[in-house]
């Protein structure tokens, strides 16, 4: 009885929280669906930062100048950063960080679908910086404003690093679209291997998304996944013309009344495909997390036994 009066007295804080635009905390009362659907969101995206390491590991040792390899190698780690902050921020709704990484490496939990195709040529070291980031900060901007205060205050460390991870990636792409023709083709098949799997990171379109309309009445997304990839698609567009790249989409238009560049279709059965485990390197991503996680864990053994006895000093100098 008294937990149902509980209930409805922190039903009604919740509520009123999410009406002022206020942050909901940790240990403030929240609806078990409201919960699940932050450990879902939070999870898949710490996940993300750690699969997308990846991808860009791949070309540390291939980068062309040792400038290239420092800064390639500094954006990597941030990745790593953000997984943390990201874990820390799940960890705060009463999940512990062994459960999620177990559910990451069953298949339980997803991440970004981008993550699973191929990094063939140094040029894609620019187009994910400058694409990948840049869909990852328009989707990321709007989360600074979710109503869950630890994901909101993760986002806003995340979204400074992150701005400079796409201008590393713009700066790739002006290097080389100021090169040979060789270079500038290899830009151009990079955009063209990347366009599509960076819009489709947004989700998909409207009617097929099913827990926008909660997560915005909620207050953790601000905005819709179409409408969060066409902010996105205005912005790049002129970019890319400023490379004298072209995009691969023979539909690409600019509506001069409404100002937005308007798309031909994506190729959605694809992106079901991808997210559903079938893309080109799903298994291979797992299977390589997997490998690293059996191969360090001496190192997390380590740290263990190394915190376990600093706190037993502690106790003694304390006695
Ligand atoms: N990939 O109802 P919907 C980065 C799933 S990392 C895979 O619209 P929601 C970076 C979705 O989970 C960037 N799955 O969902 C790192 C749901 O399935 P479940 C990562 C996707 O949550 C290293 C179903 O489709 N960013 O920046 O309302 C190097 C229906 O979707 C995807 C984030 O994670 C996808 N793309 O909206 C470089 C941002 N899209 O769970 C860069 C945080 C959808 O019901 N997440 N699904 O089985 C979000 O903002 C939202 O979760 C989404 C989807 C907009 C992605």
């Known amino acids: 009885m008294d937990h149902q009066i509980d209930d409805v007295a922190g039903e009604a804080t919740f509520d009123a929280t999410i009406a002022a635009g206020d942050?909901?905390?940790?240990?403030?009362?929240?609806?078990?669906?409201?919960?699940?659907?932050l450990i879902r969101q939070v999870a898949q995206h710490a996940h993300s930062e750690v699969i997308g390491m990846q991808p860009e590991g791949n070309w540390i040792t291939r980068a062309p100048t040792l400038q290239r390899k420092a800064i390639l190698?500094?954006?990597?780690?941030?990745?790593?950063?953000?997984?943390?902050?990201?874990?820390s921020a799940a960890e705060t709704l009463g999940i512990s960080r062994d459960e999620l990484v177990e559910m990451l490496h069953t298949g339980k939990q997803k991440y970004s679908s981008i993550f699973n195709y191929p990094t063939l040529s140094w040029s894609d070291m620019g187009t994910i910086g400058w694409l990948v980031d840049g869909a990852a900060i328009v989707n990321q901007i709007a989360l600074q404003r979710a109503s869950y205060g630890p994901y909101s205050r993760a986002m806003v460390r995340i979204c400074k690093e992150e701005s400079?991870?796409?201008?590393?990636?713009?700066?790739?792409?002006?290097?080389?679209?100021?090169?040979?023709?060789?270079?500038?083709?290899?830009?151009?098949?990079?955009?063209?291997?990347?366009?599509?799997?960076?819009?489709m990171m947004f989700g998909p379109p409207d009617d097929e998304s099913v827990h926008t309309a909660?997560?915005?009445?909620?207050?953790?997304?601000?905005?819709?996944?179409?409408?969060l990839r066409q902010d996105f698609i205005n912005q790049t567009v002129p970019q890319a013309h400023y490379l004298g790249a072209t995009l691969p989409d023979p539909d690409l238009r600019l509506n001069e009344e409404t100002g937005n560049?308007?798309?031909?279709?994506?190729?959605?059965?694809?992106?079901?495909?991808?997210?559903?485990?079938?893309?080109?390197?799903?298994?291979?991503?797992?299977?390589?997390?997997?490998?690293?996680?059996?191969?360090?864990?001496?190192?997390?053994?380590a740290a263990t036994a190394y915190a376990a006895?600093?706190?037993?000093?502690?106790?003694e100098v304390t006695a």
């Open 164 to 199: 400079f991870h796409a201008r590393q990636g713009y700066s790739i792409m002006l290097t080389l679209s100021s090169g040979t023709d060789t270079q500038r083709k290899m830009m151009q098949d990079s955009i063209d291997r990347w366009w599509w799997p960076s819009l």
């Open 23 to 37: 942050k909901v905390e940790p240990r403030d009362w929240m609806p078990e669906g409201y919960r699940k659907t």
């Open 309 to 315: 006895k600093q706190a037993a000093r502690r106790v």
């Open 261 to 301: 560049w308007e798309i031909g279709q994506i190729d959605w059965d694809e992106f079901w495909a991808v997210v559903k485990g079938n893309g080109p390197l799903n298994r291979e991503r797992i299977a390589h997390k997997l490998r690293a996680w059996e191969d360090n864990a001496w190192v997390r053994e």
């Open 73 to 87: 190698i500094a954006k990597v780690q941030d990745e790593a950063g953000h997984g943390l902050y990201l874990y």
């Open 214 to 227: 909660q997560s915005m009445a909620w207050g953790i997304k601000q905005y819709t996944n179409d409408e």
